[in-house]
């Protein structure tokens, strides 16, 4: 496969190029139904103009750049989270780890794009969606289900599309703002346009900060400090009328800790330092209750997280004629993660590099024909020095190849009808390298299938049905329980086939002047679905299940516009897991949920307003049990208790280039431990953990800031 690819690289590209030479082609006359032209006539017009002949099909959710700044989203996991279909969950008490679950299913189904081009490593999923900046980001494309991007088979949840904000004009913005718990941000974007307008570039930094929270007061946090900073240059150029060149550089650096609270700021040479003092001996906290005050060494909860994520990327569009155009993308990530769990150390390199070419080919004026090759290589080099030396102990340490042809066809028959159809084919393998692990574990071929139907009723009403096939490979303990919070006797490794999943969804969406709804339903099914079980001996074990996953995910979306400065807008979702799929899940996810949202915006002032309820849930459904004594007695709370949160906005614009806004996120301050019920607990056999998880952990942040254009 990879040789196929470096064929096409090396001789259908230049020989399709001479031949545009030795052949003018003149326009044809267009009927009346027909597809929209992708063209490369201005560089940004081509891109949209696919970009809406991709979107339009399949159901996509777009975030604007607008909404980002309504919500004070200062994060990637901040401006997706109310998103319908999708949920951001912690997973862990003490480091704040974020997964992404699209349409039900667990975080590491799905898969972040930047600019159409997949740019997040494995371990990027667990502490990237907090450390990526929201500023810069002109959009955020949500494609949810199986095989929803060309480049991403392994998305079986979906796809999130990051756009980077495109340079229009010479412009600089700076956005500060400060408020409780710590919270501090700066963020700065500058955009430039050259005379001739062939050169665009972007910049964009934002640093930002929020200190621990502990919501009891027993000396351990729920939610960790986070200091996060973040750049981005892009820089995109137009060769004559026919060749577009952009380049992107980005660098993310985050620092997380999370556990003993010992004062205002984060104490490490403090918490580390109490490793010379060995084990506690007795109980953790007074009178062995997680409640009280923990008295124990620091360093037996502390949890610190340091990353550092390089990101780059080139792509040159090139317009062979006018039926005939080629992409080729080039990406290479460098996610470092050094890191310590309660006496354990974990330090990962984790690298990806993507080569994708690409052609778009008008067949006929009904038919769109886009067809390509990709080549993925993934390497984890990962070291434990605390447990290497464990006769159980295997390294998640992997390599991850993939090579892969594709083609889709695009078939408008009738003014109201569009057809996407869609074939992948993967030549997959992925490679345990520890030498306790010898042999390739995963080795197999697979063909993704994935079919769009777009129908206009009417000229208000329009239905959408989808139906893919999307794979992924198990490849590392952070998948099912972040990796080595269970950790002590070591870890194995026992999977050897690819997660194969089947989805199908329908969307009903009505459009109109003032009102827009859309309802949807989506079920999945799941096989050889990886998850965290442990051996006779106790010891963790990354394994697959034997049984089929399901699960139905059901959501209705409305906005209505009451006059022109009033929009409101309400979200309800029903997600149906079955019991085998329920297993797998060590964070109980959202079963029910449902918004309301209030836009007002009235002359210089904006308001913004929403309001999110979860429903209960049986948290034995999820194998939930822990005990709030070292004792096994005073269990914890198997019922989950609905509970709502509030976020509210309010901006004053006092002229074009200077506005001011406060804020403040769960306006209420409902937390987890408002009810008593800390993420801390004991299980039957006296160890202590901390992701005894159902509920928000973090309380009431309000803010205030301002806003700067030049």
């Known amino acids: ?92 008490s003490m480091c704040g780890v974020k997964r992404v679950l699209m349409n039900g299913m667990k975080g590491e189904h799905t898969t972040t794009l930047i600019d159409g081009i997949p740019m997040y490593t494995l371990i990027s999923g667990f502490y990237g969606f907090d450390a990526s900046s929201a500023a810069g980001i002109e959009s955020i494309e949500i494609a949810r289900g199986a095989g929803a991007s060309l480049v991403a088979p392994e998305a079986i949840g979906g ?52 200190d621990q929270y502990d919501g009891d007061d027993n000396g351990v946090s729920e939610s960790p400090s986070l200091k996060n900073a973040s750049y981005v240059v892009r820089i995109s150029h137009d060769i004559g009328t026919s060749d577009n060149v952009t380049f992107r550089l980005g660098n993310v650096r985050s620092e997380i800790f999370g556990g003993p609270k010992l004062g205002s700021r984060p104490q490490l040479a403090q918490t580390f330092s109490t490793l010379a003092n060995g084990p506690t001996a007795g109980d953790f906290f007074v009178d062995g209750d997680v409640r009280n005050q923990y008295i124990a060494n620091p360093w037996e909860t502390a949890e610190w997280i ?27 990530v460098e996610h470092i993660q050094d890191s310590f769990y309660e006496g354990i150390d974990y330090y990962a390199d984790n690298k990806m590099s993507n080569v994708d070419l690409r052609f778009n080919y008008f067949l006929s004026q009904q038919h769109l024909l886009t067809f390509g090759a990709n080549i993925k290589r993934e390497t984890l080099r990962s070291e434990n020095l605390a447990l290497q030396t464990l006769p159980d102990y295997v390294t998640d340490s992997f390599d991850y190849d993939t090579d892969s042809v594709y083609v889709q066809d695009v078939w408008k028959p009738i003014e109201a009808l569009e057809i996407s159809g869609a074939l992948r084919y993967d030549n997959v393998k992925a490679d345990f390298i520890d030498p306790a692990k010898p042999g390739i574990e995963i080795e197999e071929s697979i063909v993704s299938p994935r079919l769009d139907i777009r129908y206009m009723h009417t000229e208000h009403w329009a239905s959408r049905l989808s139906a893919g096939r999307g794979y992924r490979a198990p490849l590392s303990f952070f998948e ?110 959202i079963e029910r949920r449902a918004s309301l949202g209030l836009d007002l915006d009235i002359n210089a002032w904006d308001l913004s307003v929403s309001a999110t309820w979860v429903g209960s849930r049986d948290l034995t459904d999820y194998g939930y049990e822990g005990y709030n004594r070292s004792d096994a007695t005073a269990p914890k709370t198997t019922d ?45 056999t006296g160890g202590y953990d901390v992701a005894y998880i159902y509920g928000p952990l973090r309380g009431r942040e309000a803010y205030v800031g301002m806003k700067l254009t030049f």
Request: aromatic content about 6%; charged content about 20%; some cysteine.
């Open 480 to 589: 099912s329980d972040h990796g080595i919070l269970d950790s002590g006797l070591g870890y194995q490794i026992e999977v050897d086939k690819l997660e194969r999943s089947l989805s199908m969804s329908y969307a009903l969406s009505y459009e109109s002047d003032v009102l827009t709804t859309t309802a949807s339903y989506v079920t999945t099914s799941i096989d050889n679905l990886a998850a965290l079980s442990e051996t006779d001996m106790g010891v963790p074990l990354l394994t697959q299940l034997d049984e089929t996953a399901k699960v139905n995910s059901a959501d209705i979306v409305i906005g209505y516009r009451i006059i022109e400065p009033l929009t409101l807008s309400a979200t309800l979702e029903q997600l149906q897991y079955d019991d085998v799929f329920k297993q797998s899940f060590s964070i109980a996810p």
């Open 306 to 332: 340091k990353t550092d994520r390089e990101e780059l990327a080139l792509s040159w569009l090139h317009e062979i004629n006018e039926k005939l155009n080629a992409t080729l993308s080039l990406s290479t």
């Open 159 to 210: 796809t999130i599309n990051l756009i980077t904000r495109e340079a229009k004009e010479d412009l600089a913005e700076v956005d500060i703002a400060g408020g409780e718990n710590g919270y501090r941000k700066t963020s700065i974007l500058a955009t430039g346009v050259s005379d001739d307008g062939n050169t665009r570039a972007t910049l964009v930094g934002q640093q930002d900060t929020r």
């Open 1 to 92: 496969m990879t040789a196929f690819v470096v064929l096409v690289l090396t001789n259908v590209i230049p020989s399709i190029c001479w031949a545009d030479i030795q052949h003018n082609h003149k326009p044809e006359s267009e009927p009346a139904t027909q597809l929209e032209k992708v063209e490369v006539t201005g560089v940004k017009m081509r891109l949209e103009q696919a970009g809406v002949l991709k979107n339009v099909i399949q159901q996509t959710e777009l975030i604007s750049q607008e909404s980002i700044e309504k919500q004070q989203a200062n994060t990637l996991a901040e401006a997706i989270q109310k998103s319908p279909g999708v949920r951001v969950a912690n997973e862990c």
């Open 640 to 684: 989950a208790p609905a509970y709502t949160t509030v976020d509210a906005k309010v901006s004053y614009e006092f002229a074009a280039d200077f506005s001011l806004y406060l804020g403040a996120t769960n306006l209420f301050d409902y937390t987890q431990v408002g009810d008593s019920e800390t993420p801390l607990f004991y299980d039957a």
